[in-house]
């Protein structure tokens, strides 16, 4: 009479091997799915984002300068002509200018407000939504309000921010705003301030929230002061937050045009940045200079962002 042992040794010449999954044959078919999956997406990117983008090269490279077909091919001649143009230089002048002070406006309030609120103050949630509500609101829609409060008429016709400078005896204050010539541009960053401080608050605000309050005790044992504590402690902390906010905002203002069509117009020639004077030469019907435009806006924002991007991918792969 026969047993079966439990645990018993099989015989030699059979190896046990682990069971492939049905289905799936030696070669290994499984990158199908995840290629099928994204295939749509690749294909709607490399038409409208790389294809648009190869076919505006293209056209800033053509002699066509009216509506009519191309008379041929101009290579670099459009760009050379582009930075010879007193306009072109203006606007880039502007544009300079404008991205200066909306950086340097948006982190410094946007730090100054997240430092009052991680102090735990009262009525955090109320602030938190009030800086944050412009965020909700667009900059045409903000353009057509800041554009009656940036109003240059002064005197007895003044109105808007002016006219709150008459009322307070503080009529030293007033001033043509967005009409003047060399500064201008830099009244149409202060709606745009206003507008991102918010979004600048809340990246530090989760920035101070994000660092151990460890870190903060063992300074204090140390006998850090306050500066000390910020400066060894908490600045090298944030500067991760502090340089995404400088790409986020920088290549925002980079790319302005709403703004500005809202609150001057794109016949205001004091406010003209490269955005709008593409515009006003696509209407003209000059579509290769227009082109040509566009392409260096491309360069100049990928020159901010392209090495952001591939710091934060080394990053990742030491990870």
Known sequence: MSSTVPGAVKPPGRSQQPRRPRGRRPGGRGWVAPVLLILPTVIVIGVFVYGLIGSN??????????IGPSQGFAGLDNYRDLFTDDDFIYSLRNLLLYTATFLVGTLCLGFLWAWLLERKARGESLFRAI????????????GVVWRWLLNNAEGDRASGLNRLFESLNLGFLANPWWTNERWGIVAIAVPAIWQLSGYVMALFLAGFRGIPEELREAARIDGASEWQLYRHVIFPQLSPVALSAIII??????????????IAGQTNYTTQVPATQMWIEFTRGDYAKSAAIGTVL?????ILIVPYLVSTYRQERRR
């Open 57 to 66: 090269i293209h056209t800033s490279l053509q002699d066509r300068h009216n």
């Open 131 to 142: 800086y944050l509500f412009p965020m909700a609101v667009s900059f045409v829609a903000s």
């Open 249 to 262: 905002i920088g290549h925002m203002s980079l790319k302005v045009f709403d703004l500005i069509m809202a």
């Open 298 to 302: 491309l360069l100049i924002v990928a």
